[in-house]
């Protein structure tokens, strides 16, 4: 019996643990010989095993495959670079814990309001400005 990576299973519907199938069982961009042709585009990691290079027909192929994998990493790289400069900024702003809590609630609030004024306008009512 061929023992499954545990990094190769995912849940299913109904949340039970089931193994990811290869995608070459699903492929429709393929040769005579059962080999890709095209950059898979209905390729899914929690669902298909990742092709290797001997999956497809042409080299030039699979490198399109890893620079598209490359760019995608690249792009949650960049958001996630984003969110560490975000929590940088709010601790040189509110560099205090209990700071910048309050500033967390005060925003929230000010978010909500603004959903609330939103909703009402929706509506048809107005309020006037707290000025």
């Keep these: 019996m061929k023992k499954i990576n545990p990094s190769s299973v995912t849940k299913n519907e109904s949340g039970a643990r089931a193994p990811r199938i290869s995608y070459m069982d699903v492929a429709t961009a393929t040769d005579a010989n059962g080999k890709l042709t095209a950059l898979p585009t209905d390729f899914d990691t929690t669902l298909h095993l990742k092709p290797v290079k001997t999956d497809f027909a042409h080299p030039a192929v699979f490198m399109e495959f890893r620079a598209a994998e490359a760019r995608e990493k690249a792009q949650q790289f960049t958001e996630t670079a984003a969110k560490y400069d975000a929590e940088a900024d709010s601790l040189r702003k509110y560099g205090d814990p209990t700071k910048r ?31």
């Design 101 to 131: 809590k309050m500033a967390k609630r005060a925003q929230r609030l000010r978010d909500e309001l603004a959903a609330l004024e939103d909703a009402l306008s929706v509506e048809g009512i107005d309020l006037p400005d707290a000025d």
